[in-house]
C-alpha cells in the first residue's frame, strides 16, 4: 500500500526551529517529486515546498523561502522539512504529497495524515 | 506569480442537482490544472488532473474542463457524501498555488 507518515510536529515558541519528516512506502520514492503543504486551522490549503527526485532542485513558497529546507534521503524513503525562525503564522498542519507522475510537475496524489505545528 | 481564484466561495445545492465551480488563474497555466476534495476533518485528495482527467477511483459523476485561465469543476448530480471543500490548484511552474476554496453542502 502507497503510504506517507509525517511526524516531528509539535508545540513551540516563536523564533524557534522544528525539523518534520515524512517516510514514505509502497512506491519507488527516489522516482518521484515530493511536496510539503500546509493548512492553518480553518483556512485553505498554501503549497510551501517541493524538492525534485534526487534533491537537485527545491522550490520555495515566498513565505517560508530563506526560513524552511526541503531535502530528502533516498535511502531511508524519508522527506524533511527543517523550519527555522518559526512565526505564529506557520502554525498548520503539515502535509507531505507525492507528485502523480515521476516527470514534470505534477497533481499531488498521495498525502499523509499530517503532522501539527504549532508556533505559540 | 500566479493567482488563483474560485467562485462561488460557497454553495448549497439539493441532491441531484448539478453542481458547477468554477477556477481561474490569472495567467495562462495551460491544462496544468488539478481539483481536490477535502471532506471536514480528513486530507485532500485528488480527483481530477489535467484538467479534465479522471482519477482512478473517483466517480464519473465529478468532471473537469477548461485550458488556459478558466477552468471549471462539475458535479453531475449532487451527493450526500460529495459535502466537503473543493480547490483547484495550478502546478506548473513555482509556486503550485491552490486557490482560495469552495464549500458545498446539501441544502
Known amino acids: 500500500e502507497v503510504q506517507l507518515l509525517e511526524s516531528g510536529g509539535g508545540l513551540v515558541q516563536p523564533g524557534w526551529s522544528l525539523r518534520v519528516s515524512c517516510a514514505a512506502s509502497?512506491?519507488?520514492?527516489?522516482?518521484?517529486?515530493m511536496n510539503w503543504v500546509r493548512q492553518a486551522p480553518g483556512k485553505g490549503l498554501e503549497w510551501a515546498s517541493a524538492?525534485?527526485?534526487?534533491?537537485?532542485?527545491?522550490n520555495y513558497a515566498d513565505s517560508v523561502k530563506g526560513r524552511f529546507t526541503i531535502s530528502r534521503d533516498n535511502s531511508k524513503n524519508t522527506v524533511f522539512l527543517q523550519m527555522n525562525s518559526l512565526r505564529a503564522e506557520d502554525t498548520a498542519v503539515y502535509y507531505c504529497?507525492?507528485?502523480?507522475?515521476?516527470?514534470?510537475?505534477?497533481?499531488?496524489?498521495?498525502w499523509g495524515q499530517g503532522t501539527m505545528v504549532t508556533v505559540s | 506569480d500566479i493567482q488563483m481564484t474560485q467562485s462561488p466561495s460557497s454553495l448549497s445545492a439539493s441532491v441531484g442537482d448539478r453542481v458547477t465551480i468554477t477556477c481561474r488563474a490569472s495567467q495562462d497555466i495551460a491544462n496544468s490544472l488539478a481539483w481536490y476534495q477535502q471532506k471536514l476533518g480528513t486530507v485532500p485528495k485528488l480527483l481530477i488532473y489535467g484538467a479534465s482527467t479522471l482519477q482512478s477511483g473517483v466517480p464519473s459523476r465529478f468532471s473537469g474542463s477548461g485550458s488556459g485561465t478558466d477552468f471549471t469543476l462539475t458535479i453531475s448530480s449532487l451527493q450526500p457524501e460529495d459535502v466537503a471543500t473543493y480547490y483547484c490548484q495550478k502546478y506548473n511552474g513555482t509556486p503550485r498555488t491552490f486557490g482560495p476554496g469552495t464549500k458545498v453542502d446539501i441544502k
Open positions: 504529497a507525492k507528485d502523480l507522475g515521476s516527470g514534470p510537475p505534477d497533481a499531488l496524489d498521495i
Open positions: 524538492i525534485s527526485s534526487h534533491g537537485a532542485y527545491t
Open positions: 509502497g512506491f519507488t520514492f527516489s522516482s518521484y517529486t
